[in-house]
């Protein structure tokens, strides 16, 4: 099995910063591609940010763009979101998100962190 755990969440004054970290353990043969989603309250969980591990490309959504950096340290199986310039509607649940495969024999599959809370007041 893969284990996602996050860290980094909190409360946070808007225009204020904030990083999250997830670190993938377990068993990992590989992994593709690492990111963050987010879910606000009534609303569907949506991308946040990508990165891919081998080359380092990433995409964000636009809503972040310009304000949130995504990186990751492959060694340690760890990705990072810096968030500055943080609104009220960045308030969300953030979730960790990772395309791995177990073994050569599996095809890569997404595996979820639990969730840490993000909240933005104004």
């Known amino acids: 099995q893969v284990h996602l755990v996050e860290s980094g969440g909190g409360l946070v004054q808007a225009g204020g910063s904030l990083t999250l970290s997830c670190a993938a353990s377990g068993s990992i043969f590989s992994i593709n591609a690492m990111g963050w989603y987010r879910q606000a309250p009534g609303k569907q969980r949506e991308l946040v940010a990508t990165i891919i591990t081998s080359g380092g490309s990433t995409n964000y959504a636009d809503s972040v763009k310009g304000r949130f950096t995504i990186s990751r340290d492959n060694a340690k199986n760890t990705v990072y979101l810096q968030m500055n310039s943080l609104k009220p509607e960045d308030t969300a649940v953030y979730y960790c998100?990772?395309?791995?495969?177990?073994?050569?024999?599996?095809?890569?599959?997404?595996?979820w962190g639990q969730g840490t809370q993000v909240t933005v007041s104004s």
């Open positions: 998100n990772v395309l791995a495969r177990k073994s050569s024999y599996f095809t890569p599959r997404d595996y």
